[in-house]
């Protein structure tokens, strides 16, 4: 709830970069986890080969 009540208080450009920003944020923490989820298949992979 602070981080609303925060972002009206800012002008509509900065709340908008913010908003950019945590998106763009997100789309790299997503892509993380993927290519984490491909690492972790192809180890079980392996695991399940030996």
Request: hydrophobic share 40%; net charge positive.
């Amino acid at each position: 709830m602070q981080r609303k009540t925060a972002a009206f208080a800012m002008p509509k450009r900065s709340y908008h970069f913010l908003t950019e920003l945590s998106l763009q944020n997100k789309g790299c923490f997503m892509l993380l986890s993927a290519s984490r989820k491909k690492e972790i298949n192809s180890i079980r992979q392996l695991l399940m080969n030996a």
